[in-house]
């Protein structure tokens, strides 16, 4: 199977962007990394990027504030020039604009740290511990033009206990991110995945369960 050429866009440290090259060099993700692109310099996942031989771009958005369509083409300008079919957020922290969607159509995942529609946005650990929900988890999603909103992909499950905090949560879900990024991008590359209105459906999925989960 031909690996499919993957751009990550990222602010941070890139813990997801690591899982991802990791799970690339164990072979069991059919992926190449083209390029990481983030809009921080100082971001360390350019670094994990270098690490390994893959090109890392700062594109700076100082200079695009209120020209959010602009910036996006400048994304989309790299991302294409390295042959990209592929784009993850991985801790993107920009509202992309319908420029990048548009040139990246069902293309374009990111990992949300909540099981969505619950909790959109930031801080979402802790709205779950505020609203005393027993579950939590993540969600890998294709973008659309609004927040947290495109057809869901993946989601793993984490019980919420008693004791925790945000931080606490936040620790053992992404435990979780890093399975599931890797393994929604494995089912793209496998051409298993197909859009029908908000719905995903995957090739070879599940249609029958009596599994369930209980939280006390």
Do not use: W
Not at 171 to 178: F, P, S, T, V
Not at 192 to 214: N, P
């Amino acid at each position: 199977m031909k690996k499919i050429k993957i751009g990550v866009l990222v602010s941070g440290r890139g813990s997801n962007l690591q899982a991802v090259i990791d799970n690339i060099g164990n072979g069991s993700l059919t992926a190449e990394v083209a390029v990481v692109i983030s809009d921080q310099a100082d971001a360390y996942a350019l670094e994990r990027a270098r690490t390994h031989n893959i090109p890392a771009v700062h594109i700076s958005a100082r200079d695009y504030k209120g020209k959010r369509e602009e910036y996006d083409g400048l994304l989309v300008q790299e991302l294409r020039k390295h042959g990209v079919d592929l784009v993850i957020l991985a801790g993107f922290m920009r509202i992309i604009t319908g420029t990048l969607v548009k040139a990246f159509p069902n293309r374009i995942m990111n990992i949300h740290p909540a099981l969505l529609p619950s909790f959109p946005g930031l801080h979402v650990q802790k709205a779950a511990i505020d609203h005393g929900v027993k579950f939590s988890g993540c969600t890998v999603h294709f973008v659309d033009e609004g927040m947290d909103t495109g057809p869901i992909i993946i989601q793993a499950i984490v019980p919420v206990l008693d004791n925790d905090t945000e931080d606490t949560l936040a620790a053992r879900i992404l435990k979780q991110e890093h399975r599931i990024f890797s393994r929604a991008i494995q089912l793209f590359a496998e051409g298993k995945l197909t859009v029908e209105g908000r719905i995903v459906k995957v090739a070879g999925g599940r249609t029958e369960s009596d599994d369930h989960l209980f939280n006390p």
